[in-house]
């Protein structure tokens, strides 16, 4: 998983409540299991029409936003279903971090396992960020995961609250495939202790 550290990028602004993993990544996108390829049907039934052309007013359609890396969207963001595709169509679009006031539980915690930062933060920080995001090309934030703020276009900055051991992964990329594989002296030495004391297990190999 790559590393967050600090994120410096278009930050688009989506002011809906409720955006659920359906509206995310629409469930007839579900049938792979790969995680890259996603990211051209990410919001897609908001983002293109009946024929396929791109919805002229959605936000990710507009030459400013194009190339977002931080989305400012509305409360309860991500709820819904629990599918995983949802952050992995947020993380190969681009998308890096999510600021809202609350989001689901389970997606919350899904965007973690797959490198990307949901922050929660105030209504009053919300619409403050809303309004910087609403300024196009020039909504450019800036988040510091190690100092825990966003540094909006004026300057501005505000602090963000995050679990410790969330961070710690993030800051080093590590998912549950890594945080496992941060044990393999200690599973190296069990596969061999038991590989020792029951052969017969292992026969096959």
Same mark, same amino acid.
């Given at each position: 998983?790559?590393?967050?550290?600090?994120?410096?990028?278009?930050a688009a602004p989506m002011n809906m409540i409720n955006v659920d993993t359906d509206m995310i990544i629409p469930k007839q996108f579900l049938k792979t299991i790969k995680r890259? $390829?996603?990211?051209?049907?990410?919001?897609?039934?908001?983002?293109?029409?009946?024929?396929g052309g791109e919805v002229a007013d959605f936000v990710l359609n507009k030459q400013a936003y194009r190339e977002a890396s931080i989305l400012v969207a509305g409360d309860n963001f991500g709820c819904g279903s629990s599918r995983e595709h949802a952050p992995w169509a947020l993380l190969d679009f681009g998308i890096r971090c999510v600021i809202s006031t609350s989001f689901a539980d389970i997606f919350y915690n899904?965007?973690?396992?797959?490198?990307?930062?949901?922050?929660?933060?105030?209504?009053e920080q919300l619409d403050a960020l809303m309004d910087d995001?609403?300024? $196009?090309?020039?909504?450019t934030l800036t988040i510091d995961l190690e100092a825990q703020t966003i540094k909006g276009p004026d300057g501005g900055e505000i602090a963000f609250e995050i679990d410790e051991f969330k961070k710690h992964c993030l800051l080093n990329g590590l998912d549950d495939v890594g945080l496992t594989m941060q044990e393999k002296d200690k599973i190296d030495s069990y596969e061999a202790s038991q590989k020792a004391q029951q052969p017969w297990l292992y026969a096959a190999e």
């Amino acid at each position: 998983m790559e590393k967050f550290t600090t994120l410096e990028g278009v930050a688009a602004p989506m002011n809906m409540i409720n955006v659920d993993t359906d509206m995310i990544i629409p469930k007839q996108f579900l049938k792979t299991i790969k995680r890259s $390829g996603l990211g051209q049907h990410l919001f897609s039934e908001m983002r293109f029409d009946d024929d396929g052309g791109e919805v002229a007013d959605f936000v990710l359609n507009k030459q400013a936003y194009r190339e977002a890396s931080i989305l400012v969207a509305g409360d309860n963001f991500g709820c819904g279903s629990s599918r995983e595709h949802a952050p992995w169509a947020l993380l190969d679009f681009g998308i890096r971090c999510v600021i809202s006031t609350s989001f689901a539980d389970i997606f919350y915690n899904n965007c973690f396992k797959n490198g990307i930062l949901p922050i929660k933060v105030t209504k009053e920080q919300l619409d403050a960020l809303m309004d910087d995001a609403e300024r $196009g090309a020039n909504a450019t934030l800036t988040i510091d995961l190690e100092a825990q703020t966003i540094k909006g276009p004026d300057g501005g900055e505000i602090a963000f609250e995050i679990d410790e051991f969330k961070k710690h992964c993030l800051l080093n990329g590590l998912d549950d495939v890594g945080l496992t594989m941060q044990e393999k002296d200690k599973i190296d030495s069990y596969e061999a202790s038991q590989k020792a004391q029951q052969p017969w297990l292992y026969a096959a190999e």
